[in-house]
């Protein structure tokens, strides 16, 4: 009998964050390289949020709180969902804890039994089918492929529920692909599950605020009221505010659902980050210019990818609607072998033969669940990605 727990065995480690530590033991090993593994903003938490922990840490907020978050932090999360999406929370039906992840971590804790189906779209965040493993659940992936702009179908959706499905998870704008859904595009995913009362729905809101053209953000409960009872609507400050490092994440649901999702989160973490609760009140209560200006730049730094990886031979690069990601398709280039005599027969050799022949860090399509394809994060300078697209047009130029 092995030590280490049968459930873990099931579960991979993040391939993205194995991405980011190998780019970033080779740049410690003196190798030039570009990282665009990461999905994080690459530009500092703003100032005003900054002050607002100092003054946390100065005033002595830094004992125990009430394990799923301060008063002062949901009432402001309560303004922000109806500021924002036009749903109403009271503090009760509100969970804050250590990030978006550990929110939704939380959730599948508390409601999954073993047997019971998670619904995920796929690609998705690698997060997902790990944590419904860890929970004891199965995961049930919906393919939607480039051909469908990285979207499910209602038809999609009512063919993959079984008496068992517990939840669909549901991102939009994605990670990783930025693909965003309509109003009329989530009506008709909502349309289905009102026709299914024993499913539920985990909004994961992550990236609501990186929109870019005329795209407009909508969450489920908003669109269809009718499924409030049943959906949790998860969010966080990490992407929104520049703040992964803080560990705040939040969402508002049923009063039963928050009360378990507290318990799971009592006996293992308690409160998340007293600083980071105070620091997260000025972010969602504070200034939100900052939610335009970094709109602006990242729809910049889209445009500038999409353009230029459409220009490498054999790779397709659809122009996501947010987030910070591309998902380009390598179709074009499996079969063919590297200038330094790689094959290139899927997308994990393509990224590794990318890696080591330019430098560039991408992460695989594989680990998100659709390929043959490629994420690029583009939270990171113009300059670098002009240079990190340079090479991957040379390095596809040189396939034979
Ligand atoms: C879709 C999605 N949800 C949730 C998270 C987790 O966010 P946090 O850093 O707040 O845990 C991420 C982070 O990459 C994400 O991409």
């Not at 990490?238 to 989160?265: D, E, N």
Request: charged share 20%; net charge neutral; hydrophobic share 40%.
């Amino acid at each position: 009998m092995g030590f280490l727990s049968d459930t873990l065995a099931r579960v991979k480690p993040s391939p993205t964050i194995a991405v980011s530590n190998m780019a970033q033991e080779l740049k410690a090993a003196g190798k030039d390289i570009i990282g665009l593994g990461a999905g994080e903003p690459d530009f500092d938490t703003p100032d005003n949020i900054k002050t607002a922990a100092k003054a946390a840490i100065d005033a002595g907020r830094t004992k125990y709180t009430a394990v799923d978050g301060i008063t002062e932090l949901k009432t402001a999360i309560s303004a922000k969902f109806k500021r924002d999406n036009d749903l109403h929370y009271t503090a009760k039906q509100i969970s804050v804890a250590t990030g978006g992840k550990q929110i939704l971590f939380n959730a599948l804790m508390a409601s999954l039994n073993p047997g019971d189906e998670v619904i995920i779209p796929a690609p998705y965040w690698v997060s997902y089918p790990d944590m419904v493993l860890l929970a004891g659940g199965t995961p049930v992936p919906v393919v939607a492929g480039i051909e469908s702009a990285f979207k499910i179908t209602p038809a999609q959706l009512e063919a993959a529920i079984t008496p068992r499905t517990k939840w669909l998870i549901f991102n939009s704008p994605s990670n990783p692909t930025g693909a965003g859904y309509s109003w009329a595009e989530l009506k008709g995913l909502t349309d289905v599950l009102m026709r299914h009362p024993h499913v539920w729905i985990m909004s994961d809101d992550m990236y609501e605020h990186l929109i870019f053209d005329d795209f407009k953000f909508c969450s489920p409960a908003q669109v269809e009221p009718g499924l409030y009872d049943r959906t949790l609507t998860c969010n966080g400050v990490s992407k929104a505010y520049a703040m992964t490092g803080w560990r705040i994440g939040y969402a508002g649901g049923p009063v039963h659902l928050i009360a378990a999702m507290r318990k799971v989160q009592s006996q293992s973490t308690s409160n998340p980050c007293s600083v980071s609760q105070w620091a997260a009140v000025e972010a969602l209560n504070g200034p939100q210019e900052i939610l335009t200006a970094n709109r602006k730049l990242f729809q910049n730094r889209r445009d500038l990818v999409v353009s230029m990886l459409n220009q490498a031979l054999g790779i397709d690069c659809p122009r996501p609607d947010g987030a910070f990601y591309v998902y380009p398709s390598i179709k074009g280039c499996i079969g063919k072998t590297s200038g330094a005599g790689t094959l290139i027969t899927d997308d994990e050799v393509f990224a590794t033969a990318l890696l080591e022949e330019t430098g560039v860090a991408v992460v695989f399509g594989a680990a998100f669940g659709v390929s043959p394809n490629f994420r690029v994060s583009y939270a990171t300078s113009e300059t670098a990605l002009q240079e990190a697209c340079k090479r991957i047009q040379t390095f596809c130029a040189g396939l034979k």
